[in-house]
């Protein structure tokens, strides 16, 4: 089990674990869920760190096949600019590799925003924690547990 998993089922919140073999050589993990999985790009989103004035890191998550929108995520935090963050302070603040970061239960509570098409789907599927591992659960549940605010993040 991983940390997301663990901390799903303690907040019994309803959710379903979905397994795939995931491809080493693979980078573009979301899009590699969606296609193994048999789902559509919409419903699938990844979660992406970024950092804020230079400091302060904040959690996105939107669709796997859209791009963040920095001014977007930017002007939803009330911050002046928005830069993807390092990648060993993600790892560092959130306790996931890369490929794997679940917005769920990661280290350090980090201030999420959850792209507003979500709201367009009963259930959407998030990173479980680790590569090959996707979380089914519905939008506002997952709103509900990283404490997220929901915005317009792509563009």
Known sequence: MTP?????????????????HHEPGCDSYGLEAAEKLGLQL?????????????KQLVVAIIPVAAKLSMKLIAKAAKAKKAAMANADDVQRSTGYKL?????????????????????????????????????????????????????????
């Open 42 to 54: 919409e419903q699938v989103f990844k979660t992406l760190v970024v950092q804020l004035d230079g």
């Open 99 to 155: 490929g794997a970061v679940s917005p769920i239960a990661q280290k350090k509570a980090l201030k999420t925003y959850i792209d507003i098409s979500a709201e367009n789907h009963p259930q959407i599927y998030v990173s479980g924690g680790q590569r090959g591992l996707d979380i089914e659960l519905a939008p506002e549940q997952l709103q509900l547990v990283t404490r997220a605010q929901v915005s317009p993040l792509t563009s």
């Open 4 to 20: 997301a998993i663990n901390a799903l089922k303690k907040a019994n919140i309803d959710f379903t674990i979905h397994e795939y």
